[in-house]
Every structure is written in structure tokens, then in C-alpha cells.
């Protein structure tokens, strides 16, 4: 199957071969495949899908950061079982680290700052962990074993919420005892 996508550039090209068309040449607009000629899907779900897709660098003040080299630093701690980290927002430096880690078993007393004193001695500055450690029970991982970030971000979100509508909430109570 070939897949024929209308550039945005020239109307009058499309950005694929012809092959599978049965000789058929393709309208603008279509979606061609070995038997049949239909109409292309809406562009705005290929758009979503590109925008949503995950990206796996993290950029800190222009520099770009790889989440695996930070996790294999972060599972080199003698207390740390498994280690993800994600990209947050930062106004100042684009994004920042934010490490998820889970601690071996008997390991519970070491706390996220002993695992961030170990972590920031052993690389530079703008790859330390400055978006915080959550110790948590797992890390979300797909069937062959890959963490899946994607569900950290929203969980990051999720929380990232609920700080502030907890924090709106008692704003808003102690404004009524007034």
C-alpha cells in the first residue's frame, strides 16, 4: 500500500510514489492503495498525531538531555531498583528533569535527597534533576519492558492540578471566614 499525503507547500504534488495504484493516477486528496483510490482522512488527526507524538530529548537551556543516560546514572545508586525520567516545563530553561524512582526492597530510609546529593556529584549542571525525585511503588512499562513516559507526564500533570486547585480551594475558604 503507498500512501499519497497532499503537501502544504505545492497543491500540485503529492508526496508519495504511485506504486500500488494500478496504473490509476491519484486526485489530490486521496488515499491510494493497490485496489481502490479513496478519499484522504482528515488532516487534522495526522496533525494531532505528529503534535502528540513523544519526544524522547530533553532540552535544558538549549542543551539536549537523554533520559536514558540520566535513568542508567540514577539505577547505578546502590538503593535505586528502577529509575524513569521526564521533561517538565520550566519558563526559564525550557524543561527540567524530574526523576521517578523506585527503591529496592529494604532500602526505604534513603531519602529522594540522598539519591539527589548522589546524582547531581556525577554530572553537570544542566543535566541535575532540578523538576524533583517522587519515590513511587512502579514505573509504568509496556509489554516488552519500555517506560512509558507518556503516562508520567499526565500523571505529573494530574498532580500538578491538584496542587492548585487545593491550593485555590483553601484560598477560597479562608476568604468566606472573612
Do not use: W
Not at 542508567?72 to 530553561?93: K, Q, R, W
Not at 513516559?149 to 483553601?170: G, K, P, T
Amino acid at each position: 500500500m503507498s500512501l499519497h499525503l497532499r503537501s502544504t507547500l505545492k497543491k500540485s504534488a503529492l508526496l508519495a510514489n504511485r506504486i500500488g495504484t494500478n496504473g490509476r493516477k491519484a486526485a489530490l486528496g486521496q488515499l491510494a492503495s493497490a485496489n481502490n483510490l479513496q478519499p484522504m482522512p482528515d488532516a487534522s488527526k495526522f496533525i494531532n498525531h505528529i503534535v502528540t507524538k513523544n519526544k524522547e530529548l530533553i532540552k535544558v537551556k538549549g542543551l539536549q538531555v537523554a533520559p536514558a543516560e540520566l535513568e542508567d546514572i540514577l539505577t547505578s545508586h546502590p538503593a535505586v531498583a528502577e529509575a524513569a525520567v521526564i521533561g517538565i516545563h520550566d519558563e526559564h530553561a525550557g524543561e527540567l528533569p524530574r526523576a521517578y524512582v523506585v527503591r529496592k526492597p529494604g532500602m526505604e530510609s534513603v531519602s529522594d535527597a540522598d539519591i539527589r546529593a548522589f546524582f547531581n556529584s556525577r554530572v553537570s549542571s544542566h543535566k541535575q534533576i532540578k523538576g524533583g525525585i517522587e519515590l513511587c511503588a512502579t514505573i509504568p512499562k509496556n509489554n516488552t519492558g519500555k517506560i512509558l513516559r507518556r503516562e508520567l507526564e499526565v500523571q505529573y500533570a494530574n498532580d500538578l492540578m491538584n496542587r492548585i486547585y487545593s491550593a485555590v480551594d483553601s484560598t477560597a475558604k479562608k476568604m468566606s471566614q472573612l
